[in-house]
Antibody
Framework: EVQLVESGGGLVQPGGSLRLSCAASGFTFRSYAMSWVRQAPGKGLEWVSGMSSNGVSTYYADSVKGRFTVSRDNSKNTLYLQMNSLTVEDTAVYYC????????????????WGQGVLVTVSS | DIQMTQSPSSLSASVGDRVTITCQASQDITAYLNWYQQKPGKAPKLLIYDASNLETGVPSRFSGSGSGTDFTFTISGLQPEDIATYYCQQYDNLPYSFGQGTKLEIK
């Protein structure tokens, strides 16, 4: 059974940093591109970042480019999102999501999602 | 960036009704269009991928159609457990983008 478990969320002040983790199991993690998707309270879904299966290529939404860094450790089956210079607009539930198809770069529907982790940016 | 316009934003229907949601892309995305269901407090769930393909395990009352810029999602015979918010998503080009969602309620 595929499982994605996010951790690392919490309350942080504006300008602060946080690192999210997504622990994967039940599939060959190194074969799949992965993404982060967020959802502000009461709002819709926003794709944030993606990473190729081999960890070489990274992709970002304009809203987080230069502040967020996605990475992965295929030996630990874990995806990360380093978030710096956080603003109140970054307050959201952050989901990690797995590509449905075995493609190197993100280019597939998301067939499995984690339960999400809440990041609150507030003074 | 590709903009996705979904309508309606909310919808009230009776059990057994046929429900239709539309999604329009700001440019041609061929069939790189997915539909997700999200229940309150839960992660989204993939229902339809590549515009018209039913994900494994999803009931056949859910269907999708369309190509290019105009897409339709249909529930044929609404069930109480279908109460959720539904999102379309394009993956033709990064950054991926979602529609604003359609909140479905039972009348």
């Amino acid at each position: 059974e595929v499982q994605l478990v996010e951790s690392g969320g919490g309350l942080v002040q504006p300008g602060g940093s946080l690192r999210l983790s997504c622990a994967a199991s039940g599939f060959t993690f190194r074969s799949y591109a992965m993404s982060w998707v967020r959802q502000a309270p009461g709002k819709g879904l926003e794709w944030v970042s993606g990473m190729s299966s081999n960890g070489v290529s990274t992709y970002y939404a304009d809203s987080v480019k230069g502040r967020f860094t996605v990475s992965r450790d295929n030996s630990k089956n874990t995806l990360y999102l380093q978030m710096n210079s956080l603003t109140v607009e970054d307050t959201a539930v952050y989901y990690c999501a797995k590509d449905r198809a075995i493609v190197v770069v993100p280019a597939s529907p998301f067939d499995h999602w984690g339960q999400g982790v809440l990041v609150t940016v507030s003074s | 960036d590709i903009q996705m316009t979904q309508s309606p934003s909310s919808l009230s229907a009776s059990v057994g009704d046929r429900v239709t949601i539309t999604c329009q892309a700001s440019q041609d995305i061929t069939a790189y269009l997915n539909w997700y269901q999200q229940k309150p407090g839960k992660a989204p769930k993939l229902l339809i991928y590549d515009a018209s393909n039913l994900e494994t395990g999803v009931p056949s009352r859910f269907s999708g159609s369309g190509s290019g810029t105009d897409f339709t999602f249909t529930i044929s015979g609404l069930q109480p457990e279908d109460i959720a918010t539904y999102y379309c998503q394009q993956y033709d080009n990064l950054p991926y983008s979602f529609g604003q969602g359609t909140k479905l309620e039972i009348k």
